[in-house]
């Protein structure tokens, strides 16, 4: 018995006994009240089971949505190296076997040998119809040899991919069967920021999770995650494993696919997540179901946002609308007369806000529909109705290039355009104007969007054909200079305050 033992007993015995006078006293106090435990358990008042659970929250809503969310699980096979093919990969220790050898060489230098490798990964989808389509993304099923689908009910399913759009990160499956349990599908043009919102998928592969959240934002874009960019932005908890499942409102209805979450490399939810609106991804499911692959609008021409320099510059009133810095030859905006500089404020009576907003507008219409425009035009305002044509599978719509330059073009080397530099800048012989040879990091016009080889073919509207024209223009200009460039074949407004 050692120290510690022996005075913890003595303690003991001394709080045992307080413990049963204190008791002992309790207990006559209750007996002097005449209450009983059998008199307190009548006292208590139970559940009827005969009555049911008392619902609260959105436990209905999801037991109605659970069955239509799957979890897709997907192989493919992949070549690798039986040999690092970093050396830096190599523990120190390991690295002195190798010397000066080259790491993926085998000794003698002969190349590694190659092996099949399987990669396998888990994601989630959305059963959209009865017929056994599903609505998932891009990149879960991306490059998989084998697409598998498991059902609320453990079912697994063999599925096919029936066609997918890389663009939005929309891809379309679907399983043999029929009388599938299938979502109610929204209208996401109907959400509003601070309205409810539950995330349901596999993250992580544990299984069906729902997370609940609000919507936190609307039309969100310019994210650098796809070409076509109209997020809705949630809080719901989105984890790995989440992609492609549903986002739903209170109601229960199909509001959007969950796609992306901002972690900042820790690859878990950090309560900024986005989904792809529902009325984009039926939009896509359309075209694929009806024409093997989607076919987008096209308009033709090369758009930008108004900043507030070029709002300036250009003596507009606010910064509404999308600037065209380009027209596409032959295009359906140059046959309809739209012109370089002229501002679009409205498609189909929709303000446009940004490059953005046009191009989802545009992109969401069918090829040689009608288009209404309202554009603004040195001043005045016009409509303007355009036939759509369909865009060129090895063209994209040009994206907006913005700038926001403060300054002259002090720091800028200029250069005469001659038939060498513009054979070199892939322009042809007739082109004229001025070449930006160099941009100083010092320079007031470094961060303006203006970039080397640009050749700038006008300073406010009036043409110059080499440096003394421009230099001369924009001693005339005034506070406000507005360029335009010619980059690589495409023409844009950049706007300078001097």
Same mark, same amino acid.
């Not at 696919?257 to 490399?265: F, K, Q």
């Not at 016009?382 to 002259?408: C, F, H, R």
């Not at 406010?460 to 200079?481: F, M, Y």
């Given at each position: 018995?050692n120290?510690?033992?022996?005075?913890?007993?003595p303690?003991?015995?001394?709080?045992?006994?307080i413990?049963?006078?204190?008791?002992a006293?309790?207990?006559?106090?209750?007996?002097s009240?005449?209450?009983?435990?059998?008199?307190?358990?009548?006292?208590?008042k139970?559940?009827d089971?005969?009555?049911?659970?008392?619902k609260?929250?959105?436990?209905?809503?999801v037991?109605?949505?659970?069955?239509?969310?799957?979890?897709i699980?997907?192989?493919k096979?992949?070549r690798?190296? +039986?040999?690092p093919?970093n050396?830096?990969?190599?523990?120190?220790?390991f690295?002195q076997?190798?010397?000066q050898?080259? !790491?993926?060489?085998? !000794? %003698?230098?002969?190349?590694?040998?190659?092996?099949d490798?399987r990669?396998?990964?888990? %994601?989630?989808?959305?059963?959209?119809?009865?017929?056994g /389509?599903?609505?998932?993304n891009?990149h879960?099923? +991306?490059?998989? &040899?084998?697409?598998?689908?498991?059902?609320?009910?453990?079912?697994q399913?063999?599925?096919?991919?029936v066609?997918?759009d890389p663009k939005?990160?929309?891809?379309?499956?679907?399983v043999?069967?029929? #009388?599938?349990?299938?979502?109610? *599908?929204?209208d996401?043009?109907?959400?509003e920021?601070?309205d /409810?919102?539950l995330? *349901?998928? #596999?993250p992580?592969? @544990?299984g069906?999770?729902?997370?609940m959240?609000?919507?936190?934002?609307m039309?969100?874009?310019n994210l650098g995650i796809?070409? /076509?960019?109209?997020?809705?932005?949630?809080d719901?908890? =989105?984890?790995?494993?989440?992609?492609?499942g549903?986002?739903?409102? #209170?109601?229960?209805?199909l *509001?959007?696919i969950n796609t992306?979450?901002?972690?900042?490399g820790?690859g878990?939810?950090?309560?900024?997540?986005?989904?792809v609106p529902?009325?984009?991804?039926?939009?896509?499911?359309?075209?694929?179901?009806d024409?093997?692959?989607?076919?987008?609008? /096209?308009?033709?021409?090369m758009?930008q946002?108004?900043? !507030?320099?070029i709002?300036?510059?250009m003596g507009l009133?606010?910064?509404?609308?999308?600037? @065209?810095?380009?027209?596409?030859?032959?295009?359906?905006a140059?046959?309809?007369?739209?012109?370089?500089?002229?501002?679009?404020?409205e498609?189909? %009576?929709?303000p446009?806000? +940004?490059s953005?907003?046009l191009?989802?507008?545009?992109s969401m219409m069918?090829?040689?529909?009608?288009?209404?425009?309202?554009?603004?035009r040195?001043?005045?305002?016009s409509?303007? &109705?355009?036939?759509?044509?369909?865009?060129?599978?090895?063209?994209?719509?040009?994206?907006? #290039?913005?700038g926001?330059?403060?300054?002259?073009?002090?720091g800028?080397?200029?250069?005469?355009l001659?038939?060498?530099?513009s054979?070199q800048?892939g322009?042809?012989?007739?082109?004229m104007?001025?070449v930006v040879?160099?941009?100083s990091?010092?320079?007031?016009?470094?961060?303006?969007?203006?970039?080397r080889g +640009?050749v *700038?073919?006008?300073?406010n509207h009036?043409?110059?054909?080499n440096?003394?024209?421009?230099?001369?223009? =924009?001693?005339?200009?005034?506070?406000?200079?507005?360029?335009l460039?010619?980059?690589? %074949?495409n023409?844009?407004?950049?706007? =300078?305050?001097m």
């Amino acid at each position: 018995m050692n120290s510690r033992t022996f005075w913890k007993k003595p303690q003991a015995i001394t709080i045992a006994m307080i413990l049963l006078v204190g008791l002992a006293g309790f207990g006559m106090a209750r007996a002097s009240q005449k209450i009983s435990f059998s008199g307190l358990h009548a006292s208590m008042k139970l559940a009827d089971p005969a009555e049911g659970p008392s619902k609260t929250g959105f436990a209905p809503v999801v037991k109605g949505v659970l069955p239509d969310v799957v979890n897709i699980s997907t192989s493919k096979i992949t070549r690798a190296s +039986d040999q690092p093919s970093n050396q830096d990969d190599i523990p120190p220790f390991f690295q002195q076997f190798f010397g000066q050898q080259m !790491p993926g060489m085998n !000794p %003698g230098g002969r190349m590694p040998r190659q092996r099949d490798q399987r990669e396998d990964s888990l %994601g989630s989808g959305v059963i959209v119809s009865p017929e056994g /389509y599903i609505l998932t993304n891009n990149h879960v099923i +991306d490059g998989a &040899t084998d697409v598998r689908v498991t059902l609320a009910d453990k079912r697994q399913l063999k599925a096919k991919v029936v066609g997918t759009d890389p663009k939005t990160d929309i891809a379309v499956l679907k399983v043999d069967g029929s #009388d599938f349990h299938a979502i109610t *599908i929204g209208d996401s043009s109907k959400v509003e920021v601070g309205d /409810y919102a539950l995330a *349901i998928g #596999d993250p992580f592969g @544990v299984g069906q999770t729902v997370t609940m959240g609000i919507i936190s934002a609307m039309n969100r874009g310019n994210l650098g995650i796809e070409d /076509y960019e109209d997020f809705i932005q949630t809080d719901a908890p =989105i984890n790995p494993g989440n992609s492609g499942g549903a986002l739903i409102n #209170d109601r229960g209805e199909l *509001i959007g696919i969950n796609t992306a979450i901002l972690s900042h490399g820790s690859g878990g939810n950090e309560g900024i997540g986005f989904a792809v609106p529902v009325n984009l991804a039926r939009q896509v499911m359309n075209q694929i179901l009806d024409h093997g692959k989607v076919n987008r609008a /096209y308009l033709g021409i090369m758009i930008q946002d108004v900043t !507030p320099a070029i709002a300036k510059a250009m003596g507009l009133n606010d910064m509404k609308g999308v600037l @065209v810095g380009d027209v596409t030859p032959s295009g359906p905006a140059m046959k309809s007369g739209i012109q370089r500089g002229d501002v679009i404020l409205e498609v189909n %009576g929709k303000p446009m806000a +940004d490059s953005r907003t046009l191009r989802m507008a545009i992109s969401m219409m069918n090829p040689d529909s009608s288009v209404k425009l309202k554009l603004l035009r040195n001043g005045s305002q016009s409509d303007m &109705t355009v036939k759509l044509g369909e865009l060129p599978a090895s063209k994209e719509e040009a994206k907006a #290039d913005e700038g926001n330059s403060k300054g002259a073009l002090e720091g800028v080397t200029l250069e005469n355009l001659d038939a060498d530099t513009s054979r070199q800048l892939g322009l042809p012989a007739t082109t004229m104007g001025v070449v930006v040879a160099e941009i100083s990091p010092s320079s007031p016009v470094a961060s303006s969007g203006l970039r080397r080889g +640009d050749v *700038i073919q006008e300073v406010n509207h009036q043409p110059v054909k080499n440096v003394s024209q421009l230099e001369e223009a =924009i001693r005339k200009a005034g506070t406000n200079v507005l360029l335009l460039v010619n980059r690589q %074949g495409n023409t844009l407004f950049i706007a =300078i305050s001097m």
